[in-house]
């Protein structure tokens, strides 16, 4: 059917953020000339964050990879030449092929890939099909936030259920606790204003940067990194001593209170607390007051906070405060990780029964030492990358830049853009963006299920994720069966649970947006009933104790921690925490102008008198180093660490960088207590003048 002249699609932002975004773009002749908020979305209220709502320079961006392409220098350099998608695909299905028959079998073939796109489709199941089907290693997606959902997922039970986001304009007490919510999360911060405004409500940041959230908040708690779960067992311990827990709630719906209780009263006065976090101990106590007397109160739960060794530990005991002081007695109130587990598609959609038995797996966080044959299993051959700049993001850089640049690692890389991934790359793939395919998207942010249809046509030879699996599924002569066409895996995927009740595709492709079959003001435990074995909050959990953890909170430092670790502390002193640059998502978006202008130059903010006892003066280049790696930055005095801490938000594409490396040059493939998550924010650093002024980086 030919398209009308003039269009309005509601398409969703894919990217790995908790808001996904509804919005409205305007297609004439087949361009698309304007995009903007969805004013009628529930969540999305009409505005668009900084970086999407000039997403349509992204789309028509000259830079765009916009046909299929091979190397013709050497690896790292980034030269290639044109070629077709017949020898494209021929190349690969020949080097798969040969791989699979060889005596290191189909396991030596890798797949890399993250929330380069957020959809069910495009992220998430034909790609997981073909690679099941051609029996390679699996990959374990721990990169951003396994170790917090496992923690949580011990104490509130399987689907990480959280309060409801539409109902936190009835609280009374809101906590951002290691979330930037303001920048990551902007749409809820509008709701936490609103609750500031309709009832008076506080807005408490914890962290150790004062970040934007910070700024705006009433209150910034600024714990020491990685110590957050000591100040949570500090919270607890002046809630019990005071009489402020809630007696009832932990009578009918927690297991292993007492036990907790007598933990805290011994182990974490306020005093061990100070001395552990470097909270004062008046804050602490008034902490602990407010949380359990303010009602409703909310703790907004993020991902930076677990990005350390004891980082799974940390959520789990967090996640106990709203039990202890009863605020999952309201809507709004309790806590808040992720929505994600109240979409319950059906899990069939990436068919890991096709998966031979004993099919390895491989953490992603261990890509250096998967590519340098260091992990149980035969050599990674050949690399397919995808919705992920490994050579950007990923942890202990140096060693997974020396991995891609093997001459007998095959690999390949579909992209939009030809990021510091696409250097290394044998075969290059480009790639539709989201207005030019069809995908299906839940939300970790609020609770509407929501359709993306196709509103231009491919730019160039683009292809989406969906259309390259089923043609190399072709050419590797795979059942057809297994790799339908799209509406027919969106159909499969709304064959779930009971939340997807009524939400049906052609609903979907008529209205954009449906809420998940849940109520108003949906409070997920008000009746203390958890989806856990007890069927109660765990503050004690025997499945904890059978998996080899203590089976009540407790506080597990860093893997690099000043006061664990002196004599490493005594080489390197600094705590560098790198969480997002506001202008960037990941490393999506940083070779932007407008987006890198924005930006600026890469820095390393400092406390005063870590500046000045190193002889550094804001705005001289430094160079960051550990026994990792080193990067390049701007020193900045701006005041938002204490003294011991460093900030350096990202992430800058290296090739776009001064020296040509970014901060997880410096950063550890170390994994978190559980989870296998990753531990970018456990990282000891030490910052000196650099040699010589850094020349500007190359344009893209």
């Given at each position: 059917?030919?398209?009308?002249?003039?269009a309005v699609f509601k398409n969703v932002c894919p990217l790995d953020c908790p808001d996904t975004c509804s919005m409205k773009v305007t297609v004439r002749d087949g361009a698309a000339v304007e995009l903007k908020?969805?004013?009628?979305?529930?969540?999305?209220?009409?505005?668009?964050?900084?970086?999407?709502a000039r997403y349509l320079d992204r789309v028509y961006s000259p830079d765009r990879l916009m046909h299929p392409m091979k190397r013709v220098g050497p690896k790292g350099e980034g030269r290639f030449e044109r070629?077709?998608?017949?020898?494209?695909?021929?190349?690969?299905?020949?080097?798969?092929?040969?791989?699979?028959?060889?005596?290191?079998?189909?396991?030596a073939i890798l797949p890399y890939s993250y929330y380069g796109t957020m959809g069910k489709l495009q992220a998430s199941s034909l790609d997981r099909r073909f690679f099941h089907r051609l029996g390679a290693s699996?990959?374990?997606?721990?990169?951003?936030?396994?170790?917090?959902?496992?923690?949580?997922?011990?104490?509130?039970?399987?689907?990480?259920?959280?309060?409801?986001?539409?109902?936190?304009?009835?609280?009374?007490?809101?906590?951002?606790?290691?979330?930037?919510?303001?920048?990551?999360?902007?749409?809820?911060?509008?709701?936490?204003?609103?609750?500031?405004?309709?009832?008076?409500?506080?807005?408490?940041?914890?962290?150790?940067?004062?970040?934007?959230?910070?700024?705006?908040?009433?209150?910034?708690?600024?714990?020491?990194?990685?110590?957050?779960?000591?100040?949570?067992?500090?919270?607890?311990?002046?809630?019990?001593?005071?009489?402020?827990?809630?007696?009832?709630?932990?009578?009918?719906?927690?297991?292993?209170?007492?036990?907790?209780?007598?933990?805290?009263?011994?182990?974490?006065?306020?005093?061990?607390?100070?001395?552990?976090?470097?909270?004062?101990?008046?804050?602490?106590?008034?902490?602990?007051?407010?949380?359990?007397?303010?009602?409703?109160?909310?703790?907004?739960?993020?991902?930076?906070?677990?990005?350390?060794?004891?980082?799974?530990?940390?959520?789990?005991?967090?996640?106990?405060?709203?039990?202890?002081?009863?605020?999952?007695?309201?809507?709004?109130?309790?806590?808040?990780?992720?929505?994600?587990?109240?979409?319950?598609?059906?899990?069939?959609?990436?068919?890991?029964?096709?998966?031979?038995?004993?099919?390895?797996?491989?953490?992603?966080?261990?890509?250096?030492?998967?590519?340098?044959?260091?992990?149980?299993?035969?050599?990674?051959?050949?690399?397919?990358?995808?919705?992920?700049?490994?050579?950007?993001?990923?942890?202990?850089?140096?060693?997974?830049?020396?991995?891609?640049?093997?001459?007998?690692?095959?690999?390949?890389?579909?992209?939009?853009?030809?990021?510091?991934?696409?250097?290394?790359?044998?075969?290059?793939?480009?790639?539709?963006?989201?207005?030019?395919?069809?995908?299906?998207?839940?939300?970790?942010?609020?609770?509407?299920?929501?359709?993306?249809?196709?509103?231009?046509?491919?730019?160039?030879?683009?292809?989406?994720?969906?259309?390259?699996?089923?043609?190399?599924?072709?050419?590797?002569?795979?059942?057809?069966?297994?790799?339908?066409?799209?509406?027919?895996?969106?159909?499969?995927?709304?064959?779930?649970?009971?939340?997807?009740?009524?939400?049906?595709?052609?609903?979907?492709?008529?209205?954009?947006?449906?809420?998940?079959?849940?109520?108003?003001?949906?409070?997920?435990?008000?009746?203390?009933?958890?989806?856990?074995?007890?069927?109660?909050?765990?503050?004690?959990?025997?499945?904890?104790?059978?998996?080899?953890?203590?089976?009540?909170?407790?506080?597990?430092?860093?893997?690099?921690?000043?006061?664990?670790?002196?004599?490493?502390?005594?080489?390197?002193?600094?705590?560098?925490?790198?969480?997002?640059?506001?202008?960037?998502?990941?490393?999506?978006?940083?070779?932007?102008?407008?987006?890198?202008?924005?930006?600026?130059?890469?820095?390393?903010?400092?406390?005063?008198?870590?500046?000045?006892?190193?002889?550094?003066?804001?705005?001289?280049?430094?160079?960051?180093?550990?026994?990792?790696?080193?990067?390049?930055?701007?020193?900045?005095?701006?005041?938002?660490?204490?003294?011991?801490?460093?900030?350096?938000?990202?992430?800058?594409?290296?090739?776009?960088?001064?020296?040509?490396?970014?901060?997880?040059?410096?950063?550890?493939?170390?994994?978190?207590?559980?989870?296998?998550?990753?531990?970018?924010?456990?990282?000891?650093?030490?910052?000196?003048?650099?040699?010589?002024?850094?020349?500007?980086?190359?344009?893209?």
């Amino acid at each position: 059917m030919p398209r009308p002249a003039s269009a309005v699609f509601k398409n969703v932002c894919p990217l790995d953020c908790p808001d996904t975004c509804s919005m409205k773009v305007t297609v004439r002749d087949g361009a698309a000339v304007e995009l903007k908020g969805d004013a009628e979305h529930p969540f999305t209220r009409g505005f668009l964050c900084q970086k999407m709502a000039r997403y349509l320079d992204r789309v028509y961006s000259p830079d765009r990879l916009m046909h299929p392409m091979k190397r013709v220098g050497p690896k790292g350099e980034g030269r290639f030449e044109r070629i077709s998608w017949d020898e494209a695909l021929a190349t690969i299905t020949e080097r798969f092929d040969a791989v699979a028959q060889s005596a290191d079998g189909p396991q030596a073939i890798l797949p890399y890939s993250y929330y380069g796109t957020m959809g069910k489709l495009q992220a998430s199941s034909l790609d997981r099909r073909f690679f099941h089907r051609l029996g390679a290693s699996k990959l374990d997606r721990t990169i951003c936030a396994s170790a917090g959902t496992i923690g949580y997922e011990y104490t509130v039970g399987p689907g990480r259920l959280s309060a409801d986001p539409l109902a936190v304009p009835n609280c009374r007490f809101v906590v951002n606790w290691g979330s930037n919510t303001v920048n990551t999360n902007s749409h809820l911060w509008s709701l936490m204003i609103e609750a500031r405004k309709r009832g008076g409500a506080t807005i408490v940041t914890v962290d150790p940067y004062l970040s934007p959230t910070a700024r705006r908040s009433d209150w910034h708690i600024q714990p020491r990194p990685g110590t957050d779960a000591a100040l949570a067992l500090g919270l607890m311990h002046v809630i019990w001593r005071d009489g402020l827990a809630d007696d009832d709630y932990l009578a009918r719906a927690t297991v292993g209170a007492e036990l907790l209780r007598d933990r805290v009263l011994s182990d974490y006065p306020p005093d061990r607390t100070a001395a552990i976090t470097s909270v004062n101990i008046d804050t602490i106590e008034t902490f602990a007051r407010r949380l359990a007397t303010d009602q409703p109160s909310l703790i907004r739960l993020n991902y930076g906070m677990q990005r350390h060794h004891g980082g799974g530990m940390a959520v789990r005991t967090i996640a106990c405060l709203p039990a202890v002081v009863g605020s999952w007695r309201h809507p709004g109130g309790g806590a808040m990780l992720s929505t994600s587990g109240a979409y319950d598609f059906d899990p069939r959609l990436t068919r890991p029964d096709l998966s031979p038995p004993g099919t390895r797996t491989v953490n992603m966080n261990q890509l250096g030492e998967a590519l340098a044959g260091e992990l149980p299993g035969p050599p990674v051959r050949a690399l397919y990358v995808y919705n992920s700049n490994p050579a950007a993001v990923a942890p202990n850089q140096a060693k997974v830049l020396r991995g891609l640049l093997r001459e007998d690692l095959f690999t390949v890389v579909h992209e939009l853009f030809a990021t510091d991934t696409v250097d290394y790359a044998d075969v290059v793939l480009p790639a539709t963006s989201q207005l030019e395919h069809v995908d299906l998207h839940g939300s970790y942010g609020h609770h509407e299920v929501m359709y993306n249809p196709a509103a231009i046509n491919p730019l160039g030879e683009c292809r989406s994720n969906n259309d390259v699996f089923r043609a190399l599924a072709g050419r590797m002569g795979f059942e057809p069966d297994i790799f339908p066409d799209d509406r027919t895996l969106m159909r499969e995927a709304l064959d779930g649970g009971p939340n997807l009740r009524g939400v049906t595709l052609e609903r979907l492709e008529a209205e954009g947006s449906v809420r998940l079959n849940l109520p108003e003001n949906y409070a997920p435990f008000a009746d203390g009933v958890f989806p856990t074995p007890s069927g109660k909050c765990e503050l004690y959990s025997e499945r904890m104790l059978r998996d080899g953890f203590d089976p009540l909170p407790t506080y597990i430092p860093p893997h690099e921690d000043p006061q664990t670790k002196p004599d490493l502390a005594a080489k390197f002193p600094i705590q560098l925490l790198s969480p997002p640059r506001p202008q960037f998502l990941n490393s999506t978006f940083a070779n932007s102008p407008r987006h890198r202008a924005g930006a600026g130059e890469p820095t390393i903010e400092m406390a005063d008198s870590d500046a000045r006892s190193r002889g550094l003066v804001d705005g001289q280049w430094a160079e960051v180093f550990n026994a990792r790696g080193s990067f390049r930055a701007r020193v900045s005095l701006s005041k938002t660490v204490r003294p011991g801490v460093a900030v350096a938000t990202g992430i800058y594409w290296n090739k776009l960088s001064p020296g040509r490396s970014n901060v997880n040059s410096t950063t550890s493939s170390a994994l978190s207590d559980m989870g296998g998550g990753a531990t970018f924010f456990d990282n000891l650093v030490e910052v000196r003048a650099a040699v010589d002024s850094p020349t500007e980086p190359p344009s893209v």
